[in-house]
């Protein structure tokens, strides 16, 4: 577990805190996480501290589910 924060995996949607958006882990290597849209574009990496899995009601918001 990566102190304190829940763990995240390769294929699991993802929430970056601080740009507050939604992807889906791409990668993960030592403290960075490569991010991709959901529906497809640009990835970008966020540190690790600021990732975390998300949550039922992030994946429901318009636009999401594709």
Do not use: C
Not at 4 to 17: F, H, M, N, S
Not at 32 to 50: I, K, S, T, Y
């Amino acid at each position: 577990m990566d102190q304190g924060r829940d763990p995240i995996a390769v294929g699991q949607t993802a929430y970056d805190e601080r740009l507050s958006r939604l992807g889906e882990v791409m990668e993960v290597l030592g403290t960075l996480v490569a991010l991709r849209p959901l529906g497809g574009g640009r990835e970008w990496n966020a540190e690790r501290r600021h990732v975390r899995p998300a949550t039922a009601m992030e994946k429901m918001r318009p636009g999401v589910a594709e």
